[in-house]
Every structure is written in C-alpha cells, then in structure tokens.
C-alpha cells in the first residue's frame, strides 16, 4: 500500500533557528496537502501544491513539490514559539485514498 | 471553528463493547473523511463517503464500519473494542465536486477521544 514517510519525526530549535520537514511518498501523488496540528488540537489546513516542481510561500513558510510529484518539503524561516505543532504532509493516491505523512514534531526553544 | 461538528468529545468504555461516532460535515461538503490518531502517531486513514457512497477505503478493520447518511452526516461504528483502539478519531469534510481532479482542503473536526479500559 502507499506509504507517505515524514523526516525527522521530532525538532527541537532554538527560537529563530530554520526548520525543514521532508515528505517522501512511495507513489505519485495528484496533489500535496500541509496540515499544521497544535498540540491538543485538530489539524488545519496550511497550503495546496499541485503542479510538478511548485514552490508557494506564506510569510516564512515555503513549501515545494517535488518534480516527481513524489516528494515535497516545508521550510521555516526564523522559527517562532507559534510555530510548535506537528506538520502533516498528504496527498491523494489512484486509488482516491487520502493518506497523510508520519508528522513531525517541532519544538521551539524560546 | 472548522465548521465539522463531531460527537461525543470524550467516550469512555470497556473492551468487547461497541460505540458509535457521529460527524456533521461542513454546510455543503459532500465528502467525509475518518481518520484514527493513536498517541503520538500519525492520521491513520480509515474510509472516505462522498454524497452518501463509499469513495475509498483505508486501514480500517473488519470490526469497524461507517456510513454516510441522506443529511450527509456520517458514523463510524466501533464493535469488538480492543485496548489498542484507543485513539482520537477524526472526521473531515471536504467540497470535493464531481470529477475534481484533486480533494480540496479538508477541514477537521475536533475528534472524538475514545478511551477502551
């Protein structure tokens, strides 16, 4: 079945320090989807990639799909307290099924 | 508030016993998404109903089952429980129309904390 991995499972950065989480699928994916959880919370919805190679910032988050359509990143610029959840990486298979990533755990140091 | 209404919050019960969650979508999504959420784990995708029918299926085991009702709400039936099924079980909806190309946005439910004692 389609596995979509997330590295690293866990950060821990200092307050101001960059973040990336990497997303690798085992298939091809139609589209990408970020999702952002808080701690306690439900996730939400960050962003929406679907062309092969597309690169989408919001503020200091920039995102990028792969030009496979296979693998995709979110980088952090500058982290922030606010900025501590776990980031979801999910995409939609041939199969119509909706799979998300392992996550990772980002925890900023203030 | 995401506008997806789940219930109850907090559920707690004995093993073999059989519980049922209950998700209202969004106002006009037509998509409903379970997902389970173990502690510390990822979003496990259980099964996916558009419009009443059932779109794709996940890991979902035998002993669960769901449904989408006329009104769009939908339930995820719970039989057999075992200790390991204690999770926090999401639902989401998406607008999802006929012969999109890609799901859109999926917007959570606060979920359902299932505990199995």
């Known amino acids: 079945g389609q596995q979509v991995m997330q590295i690293p499972q866990y950060q821990h950065v200092q307050e101001g320090e960059d973040f990336t989480t990497y997303c690798n699928s085992s298939t091809t994916l139609s589209n990408i989807q970020w999702y952002k959880q808080r701690p306690g919370g439900h996730p939400v919805f960050l962003i929406q990639?679907?062309?092969?190679?597309e690169v989408k910032k919001q503020k200091r988050l920039t995102f990028q799909f792969g030009e496979a359509k296979k693998n995709s990143s979110l980088h952090i610029t500058a982290t922030q307290t606010t900025d501590v959840g776990t980031y979801f990486c999910g995409g939609e298979n041939t199969g119509n099924q909706f799979y998300f990533g392992t996550g990772t755990s980002l925890t900023v140091i203030p | 508030d995401s506008g997806v209404t789940q219930t109850p919050k907090h559920l707690i019960t004995a093993t073999g016993q059989r519980v049922t969650l209950r998700c209202s979508p969004r106002s006009g999504d037509l998509s409903v998404y379970w997902y389970q959420q173990s502690l510390d784990q990822g979003l496990q995708f259980l099964i996916q109903y558009y419009n009443g029918e059932e779109r794709a299926k996940g890991n979902i085991l035998e002993r669960f089952s769901a449904q989408q009702f006329p009104d769009l709400h939908s339930e995820l039936n719970l039989s057999s429980l075992e200790l390991g099924d204690s999770a926090l079980y999401f639902c989401?909806?998406?607008?999802?129309?006929?012969?999109?190309?890609?799901?859109?946005?999926?917007?959570f439910g606060e979920g359902s904390r299932l505990t199995v004692l």
């Open positions: 989401a909806s998406s607008v999802d129309p006929p012969g999109a190309a890609n799901t859109g946005e999926l917007f």
């Open positions: 990639l679907v062309k092969s190679g």
